[in-house]
């Protein structure tokens, strides 16, 4: 058990459903991310959140949307998505204390296919 | 943050010491050198870090030449759990990216 917890493990969904990714942090952080890995691709930061607010936001396409309603849990909401949004969707969080942010734990991620 | 360089990928025996190099010339005296691995279709896993000391933990040493532009990660006794792909990442304390390259996908063959 990493710490942070990811469900569901597998998501199969059409192109009209709506579906939600969660993730769980048990270790007292306060700051929570979500990752997208592609095929092949590096992971790519979409969105940070830092004591349930969210800072950044990257570019990322309005048919994701977050929510943190507090410092553990960390939702993904998903709505017509397209097939290439297939991938694995990651969740970490992170400790920021006195200007660091130290402690980065990664979940073991969400793999989602579009249909 | 600064950019890293790694191989692509890289093989090493299973019982042996494997060694990844990273290259970081453009680092700023604030930005530690961060090491995660991916393990397959898993999340990152944080191995080590460090600012301009070599490190060591129970996973791994770090080494951090003197003018801190390059590194070399090494995994004293390579198994074959060891198989993933390793990520070399520079970046300073403070913010909230951490962000992932390619890294090096390094298989420990029996």
């Known amino acids: 058990e990493t710490g942070v917890t990811q469900t569901p493990r597998h998501l199969v969904m059409g192109m009209t459903n709506k579906k939600s990714l969660k993730c769980e942090q048990h270790?007292?952080?306060?700051?929570m991310y979500w990752y997208k890995q592609s095929a092949k691709k590096p992971l790519e930061l979409m969105f940070v959140?830092?004591?349930?607010?969210?800072?950044e936001n990257n570019s990322v396409p309005s048919r994701f949307s977050p929510e943190c309603p507090n410092s553990s849990h960390l939702f993904l909401h998903l709505h017509t998505l397209q097939p290439e949004d297939s991938a694995l969707y990651l969740c970490?969080?992170?400790?920021?204390?006195?200007?660091?942010?130290?402690?980065?734990?990664f979940g073991s991620g969400t793999r989602l296919t579009v249909v | 943050d600064a950019k890293t360089t790694q191989p692509t990928s890289m093989d090493c025996a299973e019982g042996r010491a494997a060694n990844l190099p990273c290259n970081h010339s453009?680092?700023?005296?604030?930005?530690?050198v961060y090491w995660y691995r991916q393990i397959h279709s898993q999340g990152p896993q944080y191995i080590i870090h460090?600012?301009?000391n070599n490190e060591t933990n129970e996973m791994a040493s770090l080494i951090i030449t003197e003018d801190r532009k390059s590194s070399t990660l090494i995994l004293p006794h390579a198994t074959l759990r060891d198989t993933a792909v390793y990520y070399c990442?520079?970046?300073?304390?403070?913010?909230?990216?951490?962000?992932f390259g390619a890294g090096t996908t390094v298989t420990v063959r029996a």
């Open positions: 970490a969080s992170s400790q920021v204390l006195a200007g660091s942010n130290y402690g980065y734990t």
């Open positions: 270790l007292g952080h306060n700051a």
């Open positions: 959140y830092n004591f349930k607010e969210q800072t």
């Open positions: 453009t680092i700023s005296g604030n930005e530690y």
């Open positions: 460090g600012l301009k």
């Open positions: 990442i520079v970046r300073v304390s403070s913010g909230y990216k951490l962000s």
